[in-house]
């Protein structure tokens, strides 16, 4: 069965640079979220998008930012990187509903230099 | 979305069941119960979810009480693959929030 695909695996970027994390839902999920996970730490959400809407926002800094397309993927866009923000970042795509469970991807370890 | 609370970690022998409570007393009537655990550095994975009724599937059962308070997941048959953080989650349909999960350390 198709899963969440998210691209790069890994990423290395130094301190002030840009970042763009890609992600591609399950077909005929139209929501999708993002989250970051820290070492140590609990995934925390991020944002997600309905129908290539902006849905819900939670703990995401200014620096962030991030789109669903019309093919329904969506892109995080980080910028103006720092040390903190090295984390696991992991997309999950669904059906709109309460009924019905996330898919997660591998994740993206981002790595900040 | 309601505050659940769980045991911060619970060891079980390989092939035994491991029943893993989670208290949700302030559970609302449209939020429903997940159970989602996370394999060391893997996406989470979505388990099991149910309302009111228990419910069941290939990797789990969901025992939820009467009241709704509480609820625990079964993993009938537990194999050192089941080991992972599990995470219980008061759902209403907006985001899931991950927090305070159990620790599940399946023992040969």
């Known amino acids: 069965a198709a899963g969440v695909i998210q691209s790069p695996r890994h990423l290395i970027k130094e301190k002030r640079e840009t970042a763009t994390l890609k992600c591609y839902p399950i077909p005929r999920h139209d929501t999708v979220y993002w989250y970051q996970q820290g070492p140590g730490q609990d995934p925390q959400f991020l944002i997600s998008f309905y129908e290539k809407m902006q849905s819900d926002k939670g703990s995401i800094p200014d620096r962030f930012s991030a789109q669903q397309f019309s093919d329904y993927h969506s892109e995080l866009n980080m910028s103006s990187l720092e040390l903190g923000d090295s984390a696991l970042y992991f997309c999950?795509?669904?059906?709109?509903?309460?009924?019905?469970?996330?898919?997660f991807g591998s994740g993206t370890r981002l790595t900040v230099v | 979305d309601a505050k659940t609370t769980q045991p911060t970690s619970m060891d079980c022998a390989e092939g035994r069941a491991a029943n893993l409570p989670c208290n949700h007393s302030?559970?609302?009537?449209?939020?429903?119960v997940y159970w989602y655990r996370q394999i060391h550095s893997q996406g989470p994975q979505y388990i099991i979810h149910?309302?009111?009724n228990n419910e069941t599937n290939e990797m789990a059962s969901l025992i939820i009480t009467e009241d709704r308070k509480s609820s625990t997941l079964i993993l009938p048959h537990a194999t050192l693959r089941d080991t992972a953080v599990y995470y219980c989650?008061?759902?209403?349909?907006?985001?899931?929030?991950f927090g305070g999960g159990t620790r599940l350390m399946v023992k040969p």
């Open positions: 999950a795509s669904s059906p709109r509903g309460t009924n019905y469970g996330y898919t």
């Open positions: 302030t559970i609302s009537g449209n939020e429903y």
């Open positions: 989650i008061a759902y209403a349909g907006n985001m899931l929030t």
């Open positions: 149910g309302l009111k």
